[in-house]
């Protein structure tokens, strides 16, 4: 079956940095987004992966490897205001979207 | 301001009776979505249309119809509604019918079925 895993929570301090695994398992793959999902709000696109590879945008990176089926997202400076869920989803043969089930992140002072 | 409206908000349900949630884009994406969100899983994929009078099966569409009579409205329809159904659901949309796009989504509708 399809598959993405993520952790489910995760705690870090403002001002530093964070790396949030996902791993999938896909039938086919055709890339991989990050969305940032604040508590009671809309998920909003972070980034989309489908070579390998490191993409910089401002304090969010994502990395991507196709042939381990493993994806991060590298939050730098962290701010109270990335306290947030971050969820993975990969792109299948199909061009169906699997939703990992969210990883929350709690930045504490 | 361009975007994708969702409406009701927030509604509170008796079991057996119909609903339609309403959505909304003013962006002219071709591809509109229905998914819901319950808590520890992942978003499902409900209902999808690629494009204005075409619809599709998601992962969960059991006890749902959608309708897409034209590119900016996608309804979501519960025929007979059941406790199960209690979630909160998002519309979504892209310009891409491939899914290689961002995806934009709504505000999201509440739902609790009692």
């Known amino acids: 079956g399809q598959n993405i895993d993520q952790p489910t929570e995760m705690t870090a301090t403002e001002g530093a940095i964070v790396q949030i695994n996902c791993t999938y398992q896909?039938?086919?793959?055709?890339?991989l987004f990050w969305y940032q999902q604040h508590a009671g709000e809309a998920p909003t696109f972070l980034s989309y992966n489908v070579l390998d590879g490191l993409e910089e945008k401002g304090r969010f990176s994502s990395f991507l490897s196709r042939s381990k089926g493993y994806s991060y997202l590298l939050l730098k400076e962290l701010q109270m205001k990335d306290s947030a869920s971050y969820l993975c989803a990969a792109l299948d043969s199909n061009y169906q979207l699997i939703w990992g089930a969210g990883t929350k992140l709690i930045i504490k002072p | 301001i361009a975007g994708i409206t969702q409406a009701p908000t927030s509604q509170i349900l008796a079991a057996g009776r119909r609903m339609t949630l309403r959505c909304t884009q003013d962006?002219?994406?071709?591809?509109m979505y229905w998914y819901r969100q319950d808590l520890g899983l992942g978003l499902r994929l409900i209902h999808y249309s690629n494009t204005a009078g075409t619809t599709g099966k998601g992962e969960v569409p059991d006890g749902y119809s959608v309708s897409r009579a034209n590119t900016d409205d996608f309804p979501l329809t519960l025929a007979s509604a059941v406790p199960s159904q209690t979630s909160v659901y998002f519309c979504?949309?892209?310009?891409?019918?491939?899914?290689?796009?961002?995806?934009?989504f709504g505000e999201g509708s509440r739902l609790t079925v009692l």
């Open positions: 962006m002219r994406h071709n591809a």
């Open positions: 896909t039938s086919g793959f055709n890339g």
């Open positions: 979504a949309s892209s310009d891409s019918r491939e899914g290689t796009g961002e995806l934009f």
